[in-house]
């Protein structure tokens, strides 16, 4: 079955794996989930730069992945800052951010559903710094999930996000 029209998240299409009354369906494609306004962090503490939320069920069926593009940039100051990608509750990548010289970020993450309420992800960052995460999450998959970035450091846009990208492979 084909969607005409998606909304920012819905899929394309779908695609029945499995016989019977209703049968198995399982998404295919979808239009990605987008922000682009920029955001920097508010003086001390953590704050939410980014956030864009996956719509319940998008990733019930085994092999179901997420890829998240995240990017941005950090101030030029000696102020400690500290950048995280979070997957619902669970934060997939921690990196501080080096100091002194002013630059740009991405991430780039795929999470991947290994059954019910489990998933496997990596997380890479490049830019003037690098990073890389592996691990698993245990996200209820038949819930909306929240994925952000959040961003902790002293002064007002030490970290500034400028887009975050979500997009449904499978």
């Avoid at 795929?110 to 003037?128: E, M």
Wanted: with cysteine.
């Amino acid at each position: 079955r084909f969607n005409s029209a998606p909304a920012v998240g819905e899929p394309f299409a779908w695609l029945c794996v499995s016989a019977g009354t209703p049968g198995t369906w399982v998404n295919v494609g979808g239009v990605p989930l987008v922000a682009t306004t920029a955001v920097g962090n508010v003086g001390t503490g953590e704050d939410n730069l980014q956030t864009v939320t996956l719509p319940a069920s998008m990733m019930l069926v085994t092999g179901s992945t997420v890829r998240i593009t995240a990017w941005g940039t950090k101030a030029n100051n000696a102020d400690t800052k500290t950048l995280k990608l979070h997957f619902g509750s669970a934060t997939i990548l921690t990196h501080a951010l080096g100091t002194g010289a002013a630059g740009s970020w991405k991430i780039t993450a795929d999470v991947v559903s290994t059954g019910t309420d489990a998933q496997d992800y990596n997380a890479f960052l490049i830019g003037t710094d690098t990073d890389a995460e592996i691990g698993t999450a245990t996200q209820d998959d038949g819930a909306a999930i929240i994925i952000k970035c959040t961003g902790e450091a002293t002064s007002n846009n030490d970290i500034v996000q400028e887009g975050l990208i979500v997009e449904l492979l499978r």
